[in-house]
T-cell receptor, first 117, second 115 residues
Framework: AQSVTQLDSQVPVFEEAPVELRCNYS??????LFWYVQYPNQGLQLLLK??????LVKGINGFEAEFNKSQTSFHLRKPSVHISDTAEYFC???????????????FGQGTILTVHP | DGGITQSPKYLFRKEGQNVTLSCEQN?????MYWYRQDPGQGLRLIYY???????QKGDIAEGYSVSREKKESFPLTVTSAQKNPTAFYLC??????????????FGPGTRLTVT
């Protein structure tokens, strides 16, 4: 089984400042990693994903994340945030064990990013 | 436009009543999922289906039931046995495969309030 821990439940930041949302995971097998964003009362939208290859992954809206296997982390970063980035962000993992895979995702508890003017 | 629709957006029911949440997708995806979202708990998987006429329990299936009679549709019934049904329910779909993971696309959600 795998688990995901998002280390901060809330992150306040001023507009144009950099931000990092932290995500650690635990798994006994290789994993795929995802970051999703959720605006109030809406569904989730995929920001970026790591499946293989380069450990630095770039996503939409200027976000990027770095996969660190030794630290089992997948932190999300943005060098300069905007008011419109205010939302809840979810880190998710899916274990890949070969054979049949149903793409089940395990989500973290979420981090609410609030960007202040 | 392709996507996932969930209806209604807001749903109110009295305690003891069963209620069915609709989820339809036109993305031609084989796999579909139901999640429950509660504040501070992230998303928890209720049921998922890899193919028509087949589905599996997720982590919190008790008090819920599903059917998958058509590829496009995956309705969720919240039964009176569900002890705390008030929550935000999200439906998702994805391609299905045995060699890789496909991203999940989410619907807009249904907020269920039971009093």
């Amino acid at each position: 089984a795998q688990s995901v821990t998002q280390l901060d439940s809330q992150v306040p930041v001023f507009e144009e400042a950099p931000v990092e949302l932290r995500c650690n995971y635990s798994s006994s097998v290789s994993v795929y990693l995802f970051w999703y964003v959720q605006y109030p009362n809406q569904g989730l939208q995929l920001l970026l994903k790591y499946l293989s290859g380069s450990t630095l992954v770039k996503g939409i809206n200027g976000f990027e994340a770095e996969f660190n296997k030794s630290q089992t982390s997948f932190h999300l970063r943005k060098p300069s945030v905007h008011i419109s980035d205010t939302a809840e962000y979810f880190c998710a993992v899916s274990a890949y064990g070969g054979g049949t895979s149903y793409g089940k995702l395990t989500f973290g508890q979420g981090t609410i990013l609030t960007v202040h003017p | 436009d392709g996507g996932i629709t969930q209806s209604p957006k807001y749903l109110f029911r009295k305690e003891g009543q069963n209620v069915t949440l609709s989820c339809e997708q036109n993305l031609n995806h084989d796999a579909m999922y139901w999640y429950r979202q509660d504040p501070g708990q992230g998303l928890r998987l209720i049921y998922y289906s890899q193919i028509v006429n087949d589905f599996q329990k997720g982590d919190i299936a008790e008090g819920y039931s599903v059917s998958r009679e058509k590829k496009e549709s995956f309705p969720l019934t919240v039964t009176s046995a569900q002890k705390n049904p008030t929550a935000f329910y999200l439906c998702a779909s994805s391609s299905a495969g045995t060699r890789t993971i496909y991203e999940q696309y989410f619907g807009p959600g249904t907020r269920l309030t039971v009093t």
